[in-house]
T-cell receptor, first 116, second 112 residues
Framework: AAGVIQSPRHLIKEKRETATLKCYPI?????VYWYQQGPGQDPQFLIS???????DKGSIPDRFSAQQFSDYHSELNMSSLELGDSALYFCASSGPSDALGTETQYFGPGTRLLVL | DQQVKQNSPSLSVQEGRISILNCDYT??????FLWYKKYPAEGPTFLISISSIKDKNEDGRFTVFLNKSAKHLSLHIVPSQPGDSAVYFC???????????FGQGTRLTINP
């Protein structure tokens, strides 16, 4: 079965540079989520999109922005990178709710960002 | 403020025996709970979930139990296999709010 695709898988940037992470959801999934996992930490929710509109926002820095496009893929744009932005960035997608109104999120392999 | 807590950072179990991973939560608004398995350098893999209207959900070797009054859930794996060695994350959400809140994870090691 098709899974969530993220690119690139690894990215090395210098401080103050910009980075763009891409996420391609599972076909027919309409919701995309972004999470950040720092070393030794649990994943922290950043932002989500449903049908190309922002649906929820977590602890996402103002230096970061994201959007979902008409083909449902999403991009996370990160500017003025700081050393503390080094982390694993996961994208997840979910499809229409089931009979109980629940949606299971399926995660991509992640992008490992290293800021030097 | 850790709303989802996995108090055991690690657990070691003999192959063939039962593995029990525990998770506690503080927010009574949570009504959907999930367990994910994670290998190094990979994304979390969905294992099993449970809605708050149930107290048990079973899928093959995996069973999740939910005790709403105690705000506690557990994942049982039986029999445990070497391939089960990974970090297990408990996660919770409020339907409609979408975002998942994760616990800190428990590293499970299955010994042959």
């Amino acid at each position: 079965a098709a899974g969530v695709i993220q690119s690139p898988r690894h990215l090395i940037k210098e401080k103050r540079e910009t980075a763009t992470l891409k996420c391609y959801p599972i076909p027919r999934h309409d919701t995309v989520y972004w999470y950040q996992q720092g070393p030794g930490q649990d994943p922290q929710f950043l932002i989500s999109f449903y049908e190309k509109m922002q649906s929820d926002k977590g602890s996402i820095p103002d230096r970061f922005s994201a959007q979902q496009f008409s083909d449902y893929h999403s991009e996370l744009n990160m500017s003025s990178l700081e050393l503390g932005d080094s982390a694993l960035y996961f994208c997840a997608s979910s499809g229409p709710s089931d009979a109980l109104g629940t949606e299971t999120q399926y995660f991509g392999p992640g992008t490992r960002l290293l800021v030097l | 403020d850790q709303q989802v807590k996995q108090n055991s950072p690690s657990l070691s179990v003999q192959e063939g025996r039962i593995s029990i991973l525990n998770c506690d939560y503080t927010n009574s608004m949570f009504d959907y709970f999930l367990w994910y398995k994670k290998y190094p350098a990979e994304g979390p893999t969905f294992l099993i979930s449970i809605s708050s209207i149930k107290d048990k959900n079973e899928d093959g070797r995996f069973t999740v139990f939910l005790n709403k009054s105690a705000k506690h859930l557990s994942l049982h794996i039986v029999p445990s296999q070497p391939g089960d060695s990974a970090v297990y994350f408990c996660a919770a959400s409020i339907q409609g709010a979408q975002k998942l809140v994760f616990g800190q994870g428990t590293r499970l090691t299955i010994n042959p």
